[in-house]
T-cell receptor, first 110, second 114 residues
Framework: SQQGEEDPQALSIQEGENATMNCSYKTSINNLQWYRQNSGRGLVHLILIRSNEREKHSGRLRVTLDTSKKSSSLLITASRAADTASYFCATDANTDKLIFGTGTRLQVFP | DSGVTQTPKHLITATGQRVTLRCSPRSGDLSVYWYQQSLDQGLQFLIQYYNGEERAKGNILERFSAQQFPDLHSELNLSSLELGDSALYFC?????????????FGQGTRLTVV
């Protein structure tokens, strides 16, 4: 079963716009990670945020974490067509397992 | 390139058959994870090995088994295949075990059961 659920399931925007994806999870965590997957290919790690952090930046990515609401958001600023992909959150639920959410499919139109 | 190698890239086989998927982790990584990705089930964690030992188990069917060898490569064996086993199977590796480890994914093996 999935630990997390992303919202929205799909998102279409124009280049230059910002894209925001949300992730909700069920159990307490040590860390939350975001991954990107281009169609039919392997997942690529984007960013990790620890449970004692509230916000983290990496280039055009901004991740927030609210452990009281068991939710996280990923913001991609000034999106590009090359950002078109599926984005997944993943949590460890205090175990060795890395459990992925359902994913958000992002389409960025030129 | 993540450094994780999976073979074969594609596999087409008939129902009832048995296949073996192979994964070579990044150099130095001790943990190997297997995931199944299908359209209706999303990305499902199957099993994790750390330095040759099973460390965590997920939604892995009894018809499936895995192992990690002394050279740290891993194999996922799928037997008595059913149409519903058609999916992308990913292997990932990380440097250690425990929470908070970034996982590096291979490009996957696409299994089609006909």
């Amino acid at each position: 079963s999935q630990q997390g659920e992303e919202d929205p399931q799909a998102l279409s925007i124009q280049e230059g716009e910002n894209a925001t994806m949300n992730c909700s999870y069920k159990t307490s965590i040590n860390n939350l990670q975001w991954y990107r997957q281009n169609s039919g290919r392997g997942l690529v790690h984007l960013i990790l945020i620890r449970s004692n952090e509230r916000e983290k930046h990496s280039g055009r990515l901004r991740v927030t974490l609210d452990t009281s609401k068991k939710s996280s958001s990923l913001l991609i600023t000034a999106s590009r067509a090359a950002d078109t992909a599926s984005y997944f959150c993943a949590t460890d639920a205090n175990t060795d397992k890395l459990i992925f959410g359902t994913g958000t499919r992002l389409q960025v139109f030129p | 390139d993540s450094g994780v190698t999976q073979t074969p890239k594609h596999l087409i086989t008939a129902t009832g058959q048995r296949v073996t998927l192979r994964c070579s982790p990044r150099s130095g990584d001790l943990s190997v994870y297997w995931y199944q990705q299908s359209l209706d089930q999303g990305l499902q964690f199957l099993i994790q090995y750390y330095n040759g030992e099973e460390r965590a188990k997920g939604n892995i069917l009894e018809r499936f088994s895995a192992q990690q060898f002394p050279d740290l490569h891993s194999e996922l064996n799928l037997s008595s295949l059913e149409l519903g086993d058609s999916a992308l199977y990913f292997c990932a590796s990380s440097a250690g075990s425990g929470p908070g480890k970034e996982a590096f994914f291979g490009q996957g093996t696409r299994l089609t059961v006909v």
